[in-house]
């Protein structure tokens, strides 16, 4: 059973960054997909960035603000997030799948228990 612990989240004035781990633990999950999803004003849980053996990928919102890495000796990834802005205000959740086809919402996917990012203008 994978347990995905997320932390790092906080409140932030506009262009300021914060930083969001998220501790794997459980199984190895060095070859898995692991992503970062927030929650959207309707309720769905969209993908924000994943990393994983296949492809990586960046949501269109935050590229050029957001990075993610993973230290697979830790079995942690990283959301890097920049200049942020208001509407980067969700709960932003952990992710982890076998390949990042499957990660998300409807499919084979851990997930964290979520943590709180506010930014104020």
């Known amino acids: 059973q994978v347990q995905l612990v997320e932390s790092g989240g906080g409140s932030v004035e506009a262009g300021g960054s914060l930083r969001l781990s998220c501790l794997a633990s459980g199984s190895p999950l060095d070859r898995a997909c692991m992503g970062w999803f927030r929650q959207t004003p309707t309720g769905e849980r969209e993908r924000v960035a994943s990393i994983g053996p296949q492809y990586d990928y960046m949501g269109r919102s935050v590229k050029g603000r957001f990075t993610i890495s993973r230290d697979s000796a830790k079995n942690t990834i990283i959301l890097q997030m920049n200049s942020l802005r208001p509407e980067d205000t969700s709960i932003y959740y952990c992710?982890?799948?076998?390949?990042?086809?499957?990660?998300?919402?409807?499919?084979?996917?851990?997930w964290g228990r979520g943590t709180q990012v506010t930014v104020s203008s």
């Open positions: 992710a982890a799948a076998r390949t990042c086809d499957n990660l998300g919402p409807g499919h084979q996917t851990y």
